[in-house]
C-alpha cells in the first residue's frame, strides 16, 4: 500500500509562485512514476505534470509548460511541483499520484487527498 500527502497549497497573487510537495510511503514508491493532477471547481481532473522513478522523463501539460517544473528525491520518498508565473486558470485542488507503469493518460493507482491552490488577480 502506497500513501501519498500533499502540502505547500495556499493563496498566491498571480505572477507568483507556490511549491508543492508530496510525501510518499510504502514499498517500493521509489520505482513509481509520480505526477501531479489539478481539478477545478466544475472540472474534470486534469494531467499536470510525471515524472518517471529515476527522473529521468518528465512531461507536462501544454497550459503549465516552461512554468512548472516538477522532481523527486528517491532518498527522501517526495515528489514537488514548483509553479511560477501562475496565473488565476491555474487555480484547482492539486493532487499528488502514484503508479508502477504510469503515463501521462493512465495507470495511476494511488492519491493523495489533494492541496488547495488559490490564485487571485
Known amino acids: 500500500q502506497v500513501q501519498l500527502v500533499e502540502s505547500g497549497g495556499g493563496l498566491v497573487q498571480a505572477g507568483g509562485s507556490l511549491s508543492l510537495s508530496c510525501a510518499a510511503s510504502g514499498r517500493a514508491v521509489s520505482t513509481y512514476s509520480m505526477g501531479w493532477f489539478r481539478q477545478a471547481p466544475g472540472n474534470e481532473r486534469e494531467f499536470v505534470a510525471r515524472i518517471t522513478w529515476n527522473s529521468g522523463r518528465t512531461d507536462y501539460a501544454d497550459s503549465v509548460k516552461g512554468r512548472f517544473s516538477i522532481s523527486r528525491d528517491n532518498a527522501k520518498n517526495t515528489v514537488s511541483l514548483q509553479m511560477n508565473s501562475l496565473k488565476p486558470e491555474d487555480t484547482a485542488v492539486y493532487y499528488c499520484?502514484?503508479?508502477?507503469?504510469?503515463?501521462?493518460?493512465?495507470?495511476?493507482?494511488?492519491w493523495g487527498q489533494g492541496t488547495q491552490v488559490t490564485v487571485s488577480s
Open positions: 499520484a502514484a503508479g508502477p507503469t504510469a503515463t501521462m493518460t493512465g495507470r495511476w493507482l494511488y
